[in-house]
Nanobody, 122 residues
Framework: QVQLVESGGGLVQAGGSLRLSCVASGSIFSIKAMGWYRQAPGKQRELVAAVTSSGGSTDYADSVKGRFTISRDNAKNTVYLQMNSLKPEDTAVYYC???????????????WGQGTQVTVSS
């Protein structure tokens, strides 16, 4: 059974930084693409960033390009989301997700974490 456990959320002032972590278990982590999604109140869940199984290729939502960085450490079964220059509109529950394939192709993830709250105050 695959489990994804996020950590690192919290309250931060606008312009600040946070780093989210997601530890995966129950799957061969190194052959699966990973992603971070977020859902703000009253809005649909959206893709924030995705990374291929090797970590060699990444995709970002336009709203976070240049501010957020997704990375992974396959030796630790962990994917990270470094968030800099945070804005109040980044406030949301952030979810870690694992895809069924080594690359992100637009398909929905197969597994989800429980989510971690990020709140950015103005």
């Amino acid at each position: 059974q695959v489990q994804l456990v996020e950590s690192g959320g919290g309250l931060v002032q606008a312009g600040g930084s946070l780093r989210l972590s997601c530890v995966a278990s129950g799957s061969i982590f190194s052959i699966k693409a990973m992603g971070w999604y977020r859902q703000a109140p009253g809005k649909q869940r959206e893709l924030v960033a995705a990374v291929t199984s090797s970590g060699g290729s990444t995709d970002y939502a336009d709203s976070v390009k240049g501010r957020f960085t997704i990375s992974r450490d396959n030796a630790k079964n962990t994917v990270y989301l470094q968030m800099n220059s945070l804005k109040p509109e980044d406030t949301a529950v952030y979810y870690c997700a694992q895809y069924a394939s080594p690359r992100y192709s637009g398909a929905d993830p197969r597994y989800w974490g429980q989510g971690t709250q990020v709140t950015v105050s103005s």
